[in-house]
């Protein structure tokens, strides 16, 4: 077994290489942990995934855990202190609809269960990457097809995260 091209050569305890082997396209089942896959994508934008990877922790205490709840209540001194705050990205647009979105997902929840319920009902009406990248478009702000792709590859929900002979290959739970 050989590791996916990207991190063949990394060094062991660097950023990408423990994401790679800990994180990526690994299944997440739990709707916090998804909304905080989604703000990452987002926050990506633009950026390096290094830079998101080397503050994924700040994320994390700065979106109180990637609670949907809280960072659904948040009020505009939680804006103003992410706008302000170092240790991630202070992005306007960006903290808006993590804010935004997390607002969406108690709808979602609040209508089917769980936001992986409402992954799991478009499945048939979403044969490929297009079809979710429309209806992400649809639902959540600052959406566009690559962090979907990536968001739905990097939480194991689309194939294409690991090579079949890298060790931390696991197959998808294939949405499309």
């Not at 305890?13 to 989604?38: A, C, I, M, W």
């Not at 009406?125 to 990097?154: H, Q």
């Amino acid at each position: 077994m050989t590791y996916c091209a990207f991190c063949r050569d990394l060094p062991e305890g660097s950023v990408h290489k423990v994401y790679h082997d800990t994180q990526y396209g690994v299944p997440l089942n739990d709707d916090n942990e998804l909304f905080g896959r989604l703000v990452l994508e987002i926050n990506q934008a633009g950026l390096s995934w290094t830079t998101i990877l080397n503050k994924q922790a700040a994320f994390r205490e700065a979106y109180a855990q990637f609670s949907i709840a809280r960072v659904a209540a948040f009020t505009e001194s939680d804006r103003s202190r992410l706008l302000a705050d170092a240790g991630i990205i202070r992005n306007r647009l960006k903290v808006n609809a993590a804010i935004e979105n997390a607002r969406r997902l108690l709808v979602i929840q609040q209508e089917l269960g769980s936001f992986q319920s409402w992954l799991q009902l478009h499945q048939s009406s979403c044969p490929d990457r297009g079809a979710w990248t429309r209806l992400f478009k649809k639902t959540f702000l600052f959406i566009g097809g690559e962090i979907v792709n990536e968001f739905l590859m990097s939480s194991g929900l689309l194939p294409g995260a690991h090579e079949p002979t890298c060790p931390c290959f696991r197959p998808s739970t294939s949405l499309g």
